[in-house]
Each structure stands twice: as C-alpha cells, then as structure tokens.
C-alpha cells in the first residue's frame, strides 16, 4: 500500500471512530445551538466530508471531534450568511461564534434533543424513529426495520418531523413535569430500541456498542428523573441484559442461547448493579412494563446462584406484562416460557394466536415455532421454520446457530 493510500485509510479510520464515538453528541449539541436539526446534520456532514479532503495533508488532529464540532459550527455560520439572514439569526450567530474555541469537551444535549423528537406537535409515529436518527445515529433503513416500515417512508417521516420542529420553534429543554410523563414514554422507548438494536449486533465493537450508549441515556435520565419508577425500571432491564454480554457466544464465536450460557461469565457486579436499580423502581411502588421486564431478567440472572431457571415465576410474569403491553416480542417470550411450563403445544397455541401479519417477517417468532414444533415431534414443521428464521436472521452466527439446529 502506498504511503498516501495508507494515510487516508488513517484518516478514515480516525473519521469512523469519531462518528461511532460523538455523532450523537456532535449532532445534538449543534442542533440544540441552531434550533434546526436538519441544518445541523447538514453541518456536521459537510464536517466529515472536509475532514476525509483535508486530514491526509493537515494530519489528523489531536482532537477529532472537537475538529468536526468547529467546521460544523463554520459551514453552518457559512450557509446563514450566504442565505443573507445574518440579521434574523443575530443571537444564534453570536452565541456559535463566542464558543467556537477548539476544546474537547463540550456539553451533552442528548437528552434535550430526545424531549424535542418527543414533543407533542411531532407525529407520535415518527418520536421515537426521529431520536433515533439524531440522537443515535442510526439510518433510516435500520429504524425502518426495527419499526417493521419501508425505509423510503420512514424518511419522509423523519423529514417531515424535523421540518416541524424548525417550524413549530420547540425549545430544546426537559420539559416540566407538567409535560413530562407523555413525552417520557417517547424517550423510554428510543433508549430501549437503541438498546435492542445495539444488543442484537453481536458483532460490534463492545467500546463503542450502541448498548453501551443507551445504558448510559439511561444513567443520566435516572439522575435528571429519580422519582420516575419506570426510568429505573429501564435502566434495571438494559443493565440484566448486558451482564450476559460475555457469555453471549463461545470462545469460537458462535452464538449460545440464554438457556446454555455459561454464568460464570455473567457480570456479578452488573446484576447488583441492575437489582439494585429494579429495588430503587420498586420502592416508588407504580410499576410498568419495563419494571416488569427487567423482573423477568431478574428471575434468568437468579439461575447463577441457584444453577435452575424458575420457569412458573416466569410464566407469571410474561402474564403480567402481555396484560399490560401485549407486544409481538412480549407474546413471542410468552410462547416460549408457556411451552417450558405446559409443553410445546401450549406454547404453539399461543403462537397461532398472533396476527398473520405482524408474524410473518419476524425472526424470533420463527426461531421459537421451529424449536416448539421439534419438540412437538412435528419435524417437516420444524425443518421449514427454522429455514424461514434464518432467512429472516441479519447475524451470521445466529443464522449459523439456526442452521445447526436445522441439521439436527
């Protein structure tokens, strides 16, 4: 590889981490200062694209985002001037241009720009999809799949929520507790989501995981929010799961089931951690959907002490929660803990009762109908749905774990 090659391989590299690391924060601290969340992506795209052109020559600095947050700020400030409206946006351009020293450390405005997506003017089907985006960094294609929608329509949703944002003029704060509990169950959600999303990629980097990034949302929403029973609820539910991170696959690679995970390689300190958190929820005695959640990790992480899974205090908690929030994953874990109680075709009863049409191009559902049908003895049932959920599987190592047990 040339010497030129290799310095912009550096530089995109040094780019990506950047991206992976501070996007989020990049993104929220200008649009929080613009009050323009789509003018702001603007920015900090122009931002990177100046970077990849001009690091291979300047060299990459010593501070890579505080680099991006200042031609950010530069090309937005450029673009307003060019638009002839320095006048209207006098204040906006004096408070960027009076802190557009070059430092590392600038403030968070994440959870700002989350009560923002959520707020009441925004469609409540683009909230959570918009924190996402903003917040977190993922593309629409990705929500798209999370929230089961064609990417192209998401994107006009998105668009459409950040234009009325600029139009409505939403201020970028927490709002009071007047107007906090509709917003909050937004935010709740999109910090889950991004969890899940993060939790399901096996394969990232566990320094920059999107996990990582959601449980530490949800430490800080916890301190802003102490008396929200949920917030705790949340952050319980996030922490159980990420104690598991370790033992997720083997020392080969490939993916091991909750149900055969080594405990040892459970994170002791992050179950405390989490039940001390789920105790705090608990305390303020108004429980949810994610307190029940993070119950029902409790009862899995219970197996490293006891060295048995107490499948009937299971069952009564899926329950609870399909009563309260009856979701397509919720009623999904239903089946397969019912089937653990009662047999596989208890289990299968519950999964037939589920809408064709939410079922039809969800993966856990064909991963748990295969196992419960083998268990059933209904083998040819069994081969076609375990083809269906590999078909339907983005992982390698899960695919590569459905396909052995396809052989089987």
Same mark, same amino acid.
């Given at each position: 590889?040339?010497?030129?090659?290799?310095?912009?391989?550096?530089?995109?590299?040094?780019?990506?981490?950047? *991206?992976?690391? /501070?996007? @989020?924060?990049?993104?929220?601290?200008? /649009?929080?200062?613009?009050?323009?969340?789509?003018?702001?992506?603007?920015?900090? @795209?122009?931002?990177?694209?100046?970077?990849?052109?001009?690091?291979?020559?300047?060299?990459?600095?010593?501070? #890579?985002?505080?680099? &991006?947050?200042?031609?950010?700020?530069?090309?937005?400030?450029?673009?307003?001037?060019? /638009?002839?409206?320095?006048? !209207?946006?006098?204040?906006?351009?004096?408070?960027?241009?009076?802190?557009?020293?070059?430092?590392?450390?600038?403030?968070?405005?994440?959870?700002?720009?989350?009560?923002?997506?959520?707020?009441?003017?925004?469609?409540?089907?683009?909230?959570?999809?918009? %924190?996402?985006?903003?917040?977190?960094?993922?593309?629409?294609?990705?929500?798209?799949?999370?929230?089961?929608?064609?990417?192209?329509?998401?994107?006009?949703?998105?668009?459409?929520?950040?234009?009325?944002?600029?139009?409505?003029?939403?201020?970028?704060?927490?709002?009071?507790? *007047?107007?906090?509990?509709?917003?909050?169950?937004?935010? &709740?959600?999109?910090?889950?989501?991004? $969890?899940?999303? @993060?939790?399901?990629?096996?394969?990232?980097?566990?320094?920059?995981?999107?996990?990582?990034?959601?449980?530490?949302?949800?430490?800080?929403?916890?301190?802003?929010? #102490?008396?929200?029973?949920?917030?705790?609820?949340?952050?319980?539910?996030?922490?159980?799961?990420? !104690?598991?991170?370790?033992?997720?696959?083997?020392?080969?690679?490939? $993916?091991?089931?909750?149900?055969?995970?080594?405990?040892?390689?459970?994170?002791?300190?992050?179950?405390?951690?989490?039940?001390?958190?789920?105790?705090?929820?608990?305390?303020?005695?108004? #429980?949810?959907?994610?307190?029940?959640?993070?119950?029902?990790?409790?009862?899995?992480?219970?197996?490293?002490?006891?060295?048995?899974?107490?499948?009937?205090?299971?069952?009564?908690?899926? !329950?609870?929660?399909?009563?309260?929030?009856?979701?397509?994953?919720?009623?999904?874990?239903?089946?397969?803990?019912?089937?653990?109680?009662?047999? #596989?075709?208890?289990?299968?009863?519950?999964?037939? &009762?589920?809408?064709?049409?939410?079922?039809?191009?969800?993966?856990?559902?064909? !991963?748990?109908?295969?196992? &419960?049908?083998?268990?059933?003895?209904?083998?040819?049932?069994?081969?076609?749905? $375990?083809?269906?959920? %590999?078909?339907?599987?983005?992982?390698? *190592?899960?695919?590569?774990?459905?396909?052995?047990?396809?052989?089987?």
């Amino acid at each position: 590889m040339s010497g030129a090659a290799s310095d912009f391989e550096a530089v995109r590299a040094a780019a990506e981490a950047a *991206a992976r690391n /501070a996007y @989020g924060r990049l993104l929220a601290y200008l /649009a929080a200062t613009t009050r323009n969340i789509a003018a702001a992506e603007d920015a900090l @795209g122009d931002a990177f694209a100046s970077a990849l052109a001009t690091w291979p020559a300047s060299g990459i600095p010593d501070k #890579p985002e505080a680099w &991006l947050l200042v031609a950010a700020k530069r090309r937005f400030l450029d673009g307003v001037r060019h /638009a002839r409206v320095r006048n !209207a946006a006098e204040p906006t351009l004096a408070l960027m241009e009076d802190d557009i020293a070059d430092k590392a450390d600038f403030p968070d405005a994440r959870l700002k720009l989350m009560f923002v997506c959520a707020h009441p003017a925004i469609d409540e089907a683009a909230r959570t999809p918009l %924190m996402l985006q903003t917040v977190l960094g993922l593309d629409a294609a990705r929500i798209a799949s999370a929230f089961l929608t064609a990417p192209a329509a998401m994107s006009q949703r998105l668009v459409r929520a950040k234009t009325k944002i600029k139009d409505a003029g939403i201020a970028f704060e927490v709002p009071d507790a *007047a107007e906090l509990g509709p917003r909050l169950e937004f935010v &709740l959600a999109a910090i889950y989501t991004a $969890f899940t999303c @993060g939790w399901d990629d096996l394969a990232q980097d566990a320094r920059t995981a999107l996990d990582i990034e959601a449980i530490w949302l949800g430490q800080v929403l916890a301190s802003l929010l #102490p008396l929200e029973a949920e917030v705790h609820g949340l952050l319980a539910l996030m922490r159980h799961c990420h !104690a598991r991170r370790r033992a997720r696959r083997d020392a080969a690679g490939a $993916f091991v089931p909750l149900d055969a995970q080594d405990t040892t390689l459970w994170d002791k300190q992050e179950i405390a951690r989490a039940e001390a958190t789920l105790q705090r929820a608990a305390q303020l005695q108004r #429980p949810g959907r994610y307190q029940l959640e993070a119950a029902i990790q409790s009862v899995h992480a219970g197996r490293a002490a006891s060295g048995r899974t107490e499948w009937e205090a299971l069952s009564l908690l899926y !329950a609870a929660l399909a009563e309260l929030a009856p979701a397509l994953g919720v009623r999904v874990g239903q089946a397969a803990v019912e089937a653990r109680v009662r047999g #596989p075709e208890a289990g299968l009863q519950l999964l037939d &009762l589920l809408p064709d049409a939410e079922k039809q191009n969800y993966q856990p559902y064909w !991963a748990v109908r295969a196992h &419960l049908l083998r268990e059933a003895g209904e083998a040819s049932g069994a081969r076609d749905a $375990f083809a269906r959920a %590999m078909g339907l599987a983005d992982d390698p *190592a899960i695919r590569a774990y459905l396909a052995a047990q396809l052989d089987a």
